[in-house]
Protein backbone atom coordinates (compact mmCIF):
# COMPACT_ATOMS: atom_id res chain seq x y z
CA UNK A 1 0.00 0.00 0.00
CA UNK A 2 1.16 3.33 -0.40
CA UNK A 3 1.62 4.25 2.98
CA UNK A 4 4.67 2.11 3.05
CA UNK A 5 5.96 3.22 -0.38
CA UNK A 6 9.99 4.59 -0.01
CA UNK A 7 10.03 8.17 0.79
CA UNK A 8 11.99 8.48 -2.39
CA UNK A 9 9.16 8.66 -4.83
CA UNK A 10 7.49 12.10 -4.94
CA UNK A 11 4.52 12.22 -3.11
CA UNK A 12 1.48 13.15 -4.98
CA UNK A 13 -1.85 15.04 -3.86
CA UNK A 14 -4.93 13.49 -5.56
CA UNK A 15 -8.64 15.00 -5.62
CA UNK A 16 -11.56 12.14 -6.06
CA UNK A 17 -15.07 13.32 -6.83
CA UNK A 18 -18.36 11.39 -6.79
CA UNK A 19 -20.79 12.82 -8.74
CA UNK A 20 -24.45 11.10 -7.65
CA UNK A 21 -27.37 13.04 -6.07
CA UNK A 22 -28.77 9.83 -4.54
CA UNK A 23 -25.13 8.80 -3.29
CA UNK A 24 -24.51 12.57 -1.59
CA UNK A 25 -27.95 12.09 0.12
CA UNK A 26 -27.62 8.87 2.01
CA UNK A 27 -29.98 6.74 -0.32
CA UNK A 28 -27.48 4.80 -1.61
CA UNK A 29 -23.53 4.04 -0.24
CA UNK A 30 -21.10 5.48 -2.88
CA UNK A 31 -18.89 2.98 -4.78
CA UNK A 32 -17.20 5.87 -6.97
CA UNK A 33 -15.02 7.20 -4.37
CA UNK A 34 -13.69 3.77 -3.34
CA UNK A 35 -13.31 2.17 -6.50
CA UNK A 36 -10.87 4.89 -7.59
CA UNK A 37 -8.97 4.57 -4.48
CA UNK A 38 -8.55 1.05 -5.04
CA UNK A 39 -7.07 1.12 -8.51
CA UNK A 40 -4.87 4.32 -7.67
CA UNK A 41 -3.56 3.02 -4.22
CA UNK A 42 -2.41 0.10 -6.48
CA UNK A 43 -1.38 1.44 -9.98
CA UNK A 44 1.10 4.43 -8.32
CA UNK A 45 3.91 3.86 -5.96
CA UNK A 46 4.13 6.96 -5.20
CA UNK A 47 2.48 7.90 -1.27
CA UNK A 48 -0.87 9.70 -1.83
CA UNK A 49 -2.57 12.18 -0.26
CA UNK A 50 -6.52 12.22 -0.95
CA UNK A 51 -8.97 14.64 -0.86
CA UNK A 52 -12.60 13.23 -1.45
CA UNK A 53 -15.72 15.02 -2.11
CA UNK A 54 -18.96 13.25 -2.25
CA UNK A 55 -21.16 15.52 -3.85
CA UNK A 56 -25.05 15.90 -5.72
CA UNK A 57 -25.29 17.03 -9.64
CA UNK A 58 -25.36 20.78 -9.08
CA UNK A 59 -23.19 22.22 -12.12
CA UNK A 60 -22.26 24.87 -9.29
CA UNK A 61 -21.08 22.88 -6.25
CA UNK A 62 -19.18 20.55 -9.34
CA UNK A 63 -17.45 23.24 -10.58
CA UNK A 64 -17.09 24.52 -6.94
CA UNK A 65 -15.17 21.44 -5.98
CA UNK A 66 -13.10 21.15 -8.73
CA UNK A 67 -11.79 24.87 -8.27
CA UNK A 68 -11.24 24.57 -4.65
CA UNK A 69 -9.53 21.12 -5.06
CA UNK A 70 -6.63 22.72 -7.27
CA UNK A 71 -6.84 26.06 -6.42
CA UNK A 72 -6.57 25.58 -2.47
CA UNK A 73 -6.18 21.79 -1.99
CA UNK A 74 -3.20 21.87 -3.96
CA UNK A 75 -4.00 18.65 -6.28
CA UNK A 76 -2.34 18.02 -9.56
CA UNK A 77 -4.89 15.24 -10.34
CA UNK A 78 -7.97 15.27 -9.61
CA UNK A 79 -10.45 12.57 -11.06
CA UNK A 80 -14.55 12.64 -11.23
CA UNK A 81 -16.77 9.36 -11.35
CA UNK A 82 -20.61 10.34 -12.36
CA UNK A 83 -22.92 12.30 -14.51
CA UNK A 84 -21.37 12.49 -17.70
CA UNK A 85 -24.40 10.81 -19.33
CA UNK A 86 -26.86 12.34 -21.35
CA UNK A 87 -29.99 12.80 -18.74
CA UNK A 88 -30.99 15.94 -17.55
CA UNK A 89 -28.87 15.66 -14.22
CA UNK A 90 -25.50 15.10 -16.31
CA UNK A 91 -23.66 18.00 -15.89
CA UNK A 92 -20.11 16.70 -15.10
CA UNK A 93 -18.65 17.83 -18.58
CA UNK A 94 -20.59 21.16 -18.60
CA UNK A 95 -18.95 21.97 -14.57
CA UNK A 96 -15.35 20.32 -15.47
CA UNK A 97 -14.84 22.45 -18.72
CA UNK A 98 -16.04 25.61 -17.23
CA UNK A 99 -13.44 25.36 -14.75
CA UNK A 100 -11.00 24.57 -17.74
CA UNK A 101 -7.70 26.20 -18.79
CA UNK A 102 -7.03 24.03 -22.05
CA UNK A 103 -8.91 20.76 -22.70
CA UNK A 104 -7.31 17.82 -23.15
CA UNK A 105 -10.03 15.44 -25.54
CA UNK A 106 -8.06 12.59 -26.33
CA UNK A 107 -8.99 11.03 -23.04
CA UNK A 108 -12.70 11.21 -23.66
CA UNK A 109 -12.48 9.94 -27.43
CA UNK A 110 -9.92 6.55 -25.41
CA UNK A 111 -12.58 6.59 -22.48
CA UNK A 112 -15.51 5.61 -24.91
CA UNK A 113 -13.51 3.51 -27.57
CA UNK A 114 -12.48 1.14 -24.74
CA UNK A 115 -16.22 1.12 -23.31
CA UNK A 116 -17.23 0.17 -26.93
CA UNK A 117 -15.68 -2.93 -26.46
CA UNK A 118 -17.81 -3.66 -24.34
CA UNK A 119 -21.59 -1.86 -24.74
CA UNK A 120 -22.86 -0.37 -27.80
CA UNK A 121 -23.71 2.90 -25.11
CA UNK A 122 -20.45 4.28 -24.50
CA UNK A 123 -21.14 6.26 -27.43
CA UNK A 124 -23.57 8.11 -24.88
CA UNK A 125 -20.85 8.94 -22.25
CA UNK A 126 -19.32 12.67 -22.31
CA UNK A 127 -17.25 12.26 -20.59
CA UNK A 128 -14.12 15.16 -21.09
CA UNK A 129 -10.56 15.78 -19.41
CA UNK A 130 -9.19 19.56 -19.14
CA UNK A 131 -5.87 21.22 -17.13
CA UNK A 132 -6.31 24.26 -14.44
CA UNK A 133 -3.08 25.59 -14.18
CA UNK A 134 -0.37 22.91 -12.91
CA UNK A 135 -3.72 19.90 -12.59
CA UNK A 136 -5.13 17.10 -15.13
CA UNK A 137 -8.97 17.04 -14.21
CA UNK A 138 -10.49 14.05 -15.79
CA UNK A 139 -13.96 12.90 -16.12
CA UNK A 140 -14.63 8.61 -15.47
CA UNK A 141 -17.35 6.54 -15.81
CA UNK A 142 -20.22 5.79 -12.78
CA UNK A 143 -19.47 2.18 -12.66
CA UNK A 144 -16.03 0.90 -10.38
CA UNK A 145 -15.57 -2.19 -13.41
CA UNK A 146 -16.10 0.93 -16.26
CA UNK A 147 -13.66 2.86 -13.92
CA UNK A 148 -10.74 0.16 -14.03
CA UNK A 149 -11.45 -0.34 -17.76
CA UNK A 150 -11.23 2.67 -18.74
CA UNK A 151 -7.75 3.64 -16.36
CA UNK A 152 -5.96 0.72 -17.04
CA UNK A 153 -7.25 -0.36 -20.77
CA UNK A 154 -7.61 -4.03 -22.24
CA UNK A 155 -4.26 -5.34 -22.21
CA UNK A 156 -5.83 -9.18 -22.96
CA UNK A 157 -6.55 -7.90 -25.97
CA UNK A 158 -5.30 -8.50 -29.25
CA UNK A 159 -3.56 -6.04 -30.25
CA UNK A 160 -3.77 -4.74 -26.44
CA UNK A 161 -5.76 -1.35 -25.90
CA UNK A 162 -3.89 0.94 -23.86
CA UNK A 163 -6.07 2.59 -20.69
CA UNK A 164 -6.05 6.63 -20.30
CA UNK A 165 -4.01 5.90 -16.97
CA UNK A 166 -0.80 4.80 -19.48
CA UNK A 167 -0.87 8.82 -20.59
CA UNK A 168 -1.28 11.17 -16.87
CA UNK A 169 1.85 10.71 -15.52
CA UNK A 170 3.72 12.45 -18.76
CA UNK A 171 0.78 15.18 -18.59
CA UNK A 172 1.72 15.78 -15.00
CA UNK A 173 5.35 16.12 -16.04
CA UNK A 174 4.27 18.55 -18.83
CA UNK A 175 2.06 20.87 -16.52
CA UNK A 176 4.93 20.85 -13.60
CA UNK A 177 3.12 18.15 -11.39
CA UNK A 178 5.25 15.65 -9.91
CA UNK A 179 6.59 12.52 -11.34
CA UNK A 180 4.31 9.56 -10.89
CA UNK A 181 5.57 6.29 -10.94
CA UNK A 182 3.40 3.15 -11.43
CA UNK A 183 3.33 -0.50 -10.99
CA UNK A 184 3.92 -1.88 -14.68
CA UNK A 185 2.18 -5.10 -13.40
CA UNK A 186 -1.26 -3.34 -13.44
CA UNK A 187 -0.52 -0.10 -15.44
CA UNK A 188 2.80 0.73 -17.40
CA UNK A 189 3.26 4.71 -17.72
CA UNK A 190 4.88 6.02 -21.16
CA UNK A 191 7.44 8.24 -21.22
CA UNK A 192 9.62 9.66 -23.80
CA UNK A 193 12.84 8.19 -23.14
CA UNK A 194 14.41 11.89 -22.65
CA UNK A 195 11.68 12.44 -19.83
CA UNK A 196 12.30 9.36 -18.28
CA UNK A 197 14.44 8.89 -14.80
CA UNK A 198 16.70 5.54 -14.30
CA UNK A 199 14.12 2.42 -12.96
CA UNK A 200 14.32 2.02 -9.46
CA UNK A 201 13.54 -1.46 -7.15
Not at 106 to 132: C, D, K
Request: aromatic share 4%; glycine share 8%; proline share 10%.
Amino acid sequence: MNEAVSSSFEPVRIGVVSVSDRASSGVYEDKGIPALQDWLGRALRNPITWETRLIPDEQDTISAALRELVDTAGCHLVLTTGGTGPAPRDVTPEATLAVADKLMPGFGEQMRAISLNFVPTAILSRQVAVIRGQALIINLPGQPKSIAETLQGLPQASPPVHGIFAAVPYCIDLIGGPYLETDPALCQAFRPKSAQRPPRA
